[in-house]
C-alpha cells in the first residue's frame, strides 16, 4: 500500500507521531515517478536534489511547533506554466526552453509557508491550448487508466500524476476546463475556484480573464486543505478578489439536506454520451436519498459557450503571447539577419501549430474591421452566459451535470480534428465565462475508464460546492479505486 492511498489528515498524523518521516513521503514520490514514469510521461522537470535537501531539514523540526501545518513536509507536483525560481518553466513550449523565472508565482509562495515540497514540474498542452496534453512541445503523458488513451488537458501531466500515485496532490490551471476535465479523464478531484479568489500572479498567461489555478487531489477533503492553503488576497494581482477565506474543511458536514440542485438539459443532452448521461442520474438518485432535491433547469445560451470561448481565449491569447519575441527571454532563433526576421522566425520555430492556430484566430477577431463583428459580439454573449448562471443560482444552491461529454478518449483519435478537440470542454466552459467555481469528482466508469461528475456553486461558494462534493464521495467508493499501472 502506498503512503499516498493515505488522505493529507492520516499523512499529518503520521509525520505528528513519527511513524513516518517527510524524506519517506518524498523518496515514496521519487521511487514511484522512477517507476512508472516513463509510461506515463507526467513530469518535465524534476527538483529532486532541492526536495531531498528539504525533507532533511524539516525531520529536524518533527515533533515541534513548526511542523503543525497540515500541509508540513507534503510533496506536490505543479504545472510547469507556474513560475518556480530557479527550477525551469517551460508552459511545455520551446520557446521557453531554457526559462528559469528569477521569482516564485504567489501560490508557491503560499506552499513554500505552508512548508510543502515542491517534487517537480508537471507536462501540460502548450501554453494550456489543449484538452489531451498531446499538444507539447516536449512529450504526450498517458492516462493511468489506459496508456493508450489521453489524460485530458491541459492540466494532464497534474492529473496523471495524482490518479498514478506519483504526488498525492498537484496544482493546476483551468482556463475552460483544464482542470476539471483531466481530472474526470483520470479519477481524481479537481477544482476550479471562482475567479479572483487564487492569485494569477506567476501563471504565465493565456487568457487572463478566464485562467484560474486550483487544485488536484484524490479527495475532496485533501482538495479543500490545497485551496485553504493557496487562497487570499494578493497585491501583485489585480484580478484577485478582497473577500474572506472560509475554513473550507469546516464545510464537509456530509449533510445537504433541504440543498436545491438545477440539472440544466442543455448538460445532459445531444452529444453526451448514454453511459456519462447514465452515471450522473446515478449521482442524482444518491444525492436525493441524502436529502437534496433537484430539478431540470435550462442554461439558454450555453449552446453559443463554445464559439464564445474560443474568440475570448484566442483573442488574450494572441495579446499576451506578443511577448515571446526572442529578444528579452526565451528562444531565440540563430536563423535571422533582421529584426523582422528575428521576430518571425522565433515565432513559427517556437510555437506549436495549436498554439499558432489560437494566436492566427485571435489576432484576426481583434483586427480593424472584425472586432465589433466577432470579439465585442462574443463579450456580450459572454453577459448572457453570466446572467443565465445568476438567474439559476436565485433559485438553487448547485448545479450538477458531466464533466465531460465522453470518457477519455485515443491518444491520436482527435489531433486531426480540432474541432472535435475543442468540443470536449462544451460543458466545463461555460463555468469560466461566468467566474463561477465548479469541481469535477469521480462517479463512475465506461468501460474501465473513470467518469466525473461537475458541481458548479455561486461565486465565491466553495464551500458549498465542496458541501456537496463531498457528501457525494463519502456515500460512494469512486475515489478509492486506483489504476493498476
Avoid at 506515463?40 to 518533527?62: G, I, N, P, W
Avoid at 483586427?367 to 466577432?374: M, T
Avoid at 459580439?377 to 448572457?384: F, G, N, S
Wanted: with cysteine; hydrophobic share 35%; charged share 25%.
Amino acid at each position: 500500500m502506498s503512503l499516498f492511498d493515505q488522505k493529507l489528515s492520516v499523512l499529518h498524523e503520521q509525520l505528528h507521531k513519527k511513524e513516518i518521516s517527510v524524506t519517506d513521503l518524498v523518496d515514496e514520490s521519487y521511487q514511484r515517478i522512477q517507476q512508472v514514469d516513463d509510461k506515463v510521461e507526467a513530469f518535465l522537470t524534476l527538483d529532486e536534489e532541492r526536495a531531498r535537501s528539504k525533507a532533511k531539514e524539516f525531520d529536524q523540526k518533527l515533533g515541534t511547533d513548526e511542523a503543525k501545518g497540515l500541509l508540513f513536509g507534503m510533496p506536490i507536483g505543479i504545472k510547469d506554466n507556474i513560475v518556480t525560481r530557479d527550477l525551469r518553466t517551460t508552459s511545455a513550449s520551446k520557446i521557453l526552453d531554457n526559462f528559469n523565472p528569477i521569482y516564485d508565482a504567489t501560490v508557491i509562495q503560499k506552499l513554500q509557508a505552508a512548508d510543502s515540497i515542491t517534487i517537480g514540474k508537471l507536462n501540460m498542452d502548450e501554453f494550456a491550448m489543449g484538452s489531451s496534453t498531446e499538444n507539447s512541445g516536449y512529450q504526450k503523458t498517458k492516462n493511468p487508466w489506459d496508456l493508450e488513451t489521453v489524460p485530458g488537458g491541459s492540466s494532464g501531466g497534474s492529473a496523471a500524476a495524482v490518479a498514478a500515485g506519483e504526488v498525492p496532490f498537484s496544482l493546476g490551471s483551468d482556463t475552460g476546463g483544464s482542470i476539471r476535465q483531466p481530472a474526470s479523464f483520470c479519477g481524481v478531484v479537481g477544482l476550479k475556484p471562482t475567479y479572483g479568489r487564487v492569485s494569477r500572479f506567476g501563471l504565465v498567461a493565456f487568457a487572463s480573464s478566464l485562467d484560474q489555478i486550483g487544485p488536484l487531489t484524490r479527495t475532496v477533503e485533501d482538495n479543500a486543505y490545497l485551496l485553504q492553503a493557496i487562497s487570499g488576497l494578493d497585491p501583485m494581482d489585480s484580478t484577485s478578489a478582497n473577500v474572506d477565506v472560509p475554513n473550507f474543511v469546516q464545510s464537509l458536514t456530509g449533510d445537504v439536506k433541504g440543498l436545491k440542485i438545477a440539472v440544466p438539459k442543455e448538460y445532459i443532452g445531444e452529444g453526451v454520451k448514454e453511459e456519462v448521461k447514465q452515471s450522473v442520474l446515478d449521482a442524482l438518485k444518491i444525492l436525493e436519498k441524502l436529502g437534496a432535491t433537484w430539478e431540470e433547469v435550462s442554461l439558454p445560451h450555453s449552446k453559443y459557450a463554445l464559439a464564445t470561448y474560443y474568440l475570448l481565449s484566442s483573442s488574450e491569447a494572441s495579446a499576451n503571447l506578443a511577448r515571446f519575441d526572442g529578444v528579452r527571454y526565451g528562444y531565440r532563433t540563430p536563423n535571422a539577419e533582421t529584426l523582422m526576421n528575428l521576430y518571425k522566425n522565433t515565432r513559427a520555430e517556437g510555437f506549436g501549430d495549436e498554439v499558432k492556430r489560437r494566436i492566427m484566430l485571435g489576432t484576426f477577431a481583434l483586427s480593424s474591421g472584425y472586432y465589433d463583428a466577432y470579439y465585442k459580439k462574443a463579450q456580450k454573449v459572454r453577459t448572457l452566459i453570466k446572467q443565465d448562471f445568476e438567474n439559476i443560482f436565485e433559485k438553487y444552491d448547485v448545479i450538477i451535470g458531466p464533466t465531460t461529454p465522453t470518457p477519455a478518449f485515443k491518444v491520436g483519435e482527435n489531433t486531426s480534428d480540432p474541432m472535435t478537440m475543442y468540443r470536449n470542454d462544451i460543458l466545463t466552459i461555460p463555468v469560466n465565462l461566468a467566474g463561477v467555481p465548479g469541481i469535477s469528482v469521480p462517479c463512475g466508469f465506461s468501460n474501465g475508464l473513470p467518469l466525473g461528475l461537475q458541481i458548479i456553486g455561486k461565486h465565491f461558494d466553495e464551500s458549498t460546492v465542496y458541501r456537496v462534493a463531498h457528501a457525494f464521495e463519502q456515500a460512494t467508493n469512486f475515489h478509492k479505486q486506483k489504476p493498476q499501472l
